[in-house]
């Protein structure tokens, strides 16, 4: 902010001097107006810049200098049209226009086509599959960024630019607990991109015409051949219908919960009454729900159960048990109850 109040300062000035210089003090005035909106022109470009990729600045300015030095050997091969034209000022404005032409397409194909291009890292990869594209769901629920840490997961890691603008949206919101969990995703791509061994690109491909973060999720997936990491249920689904390879941190957080087979025993505190008549619920230090029958009378006690049965759900996994040392006629009352 301090750089941006010296820049409109020194923008303002310079061009009140100026102005004073040639045409004195009434024309000033309009020369301290217009240095004042050539510097919010230069901020207004700075922020559109800052939002842009370094891939696509360097396409586009290979791009300009190519399309300039194509117009300078158009314009050497005018110089002999020009000598027979019968109007020799409008050659200056035909020089200008090619110029004007050829640096804009330039700048605009080689920003466009830099992405299908590979030099020096820049451009795509020989081996795109090994992207992995951040949902907004998986930033904002934290856990990727502890599972990066560890290592396990591997490739380049990208965030596109609308699941940044809808991670700004969801912080910007009237609504106090989506502002928070907005801004506990930007916290969380904060501290991935100062992580030791992790690499996040923003990606600024976008798709105009399909509606809603995840339809262009499964489009930019299909397109570079990259997985997409998530713990959006629908997501999921519609993007496997359509080939493509999802990576569920809930999945792989319940892939690494403790095996719990039938017939182990542990001791767990019974915290609730459950559902039905005499159960009791408690649960393990991972979340996992266990409901022992017979135990609502244990409430708030520690007790040793036996493990009968284990349910695995797309919500998660849920253990029953059963009180140790109960009587075989007890045992078959709270099975009935079940």
Known sequence: MIVKILLVLACSLSGLFIAHSYYGFPIALIGLFLGFMIALFVINIEEAIRKVSLRIIFGGV?????????????????????NIMEKQQVVPWIYTL?????????????????EEFSFFGLGQPKDSGDYRILDTSVIIDGRIADISDTGFLQGNLIVPRFVLDELQYIADSSDSMKRSRGRRGLDILNRMQRSVGVNIEISDQDFPKLKGVDAKLVALAKKINA??????????????????????????ANALKPVVLPGETMTV?????????????????????????????????NVEVLVTSVLQTTAGRMIFSELKGVAPEKKAYGLAAR
């Open 227 to 252: 997985k997409i990491v998530t713990n959006d249920f629908n997501l999921n689904k519609v993007a496997e219908l359509q080939g493509i390879r999802i990576l569920n941190v809930n999945e792989l």
């Open 62 to 82: 290979v791009g300009m200098i190519i399309g300039l030095l194509i117009a300078f050997l158009l314009a050497y091969g005018l110089n002999f049209v020009s």
């Open 98 to 114: 090619l110029t004007g032409i050829m640096a804009y397409l330039g700048l605009l194909i080689g920003s466009k086509k830099i």
């Open 269 to 301: 505190k019974i915290i609730k009454e459950g559902k039905e008549t005499g159960q009791g619920v408690a649960y393990l230090d991972d979340g996992t729900m266990i409901v022992v029958d017979n135990a609502q009378k244990h409430q708030g006690s």
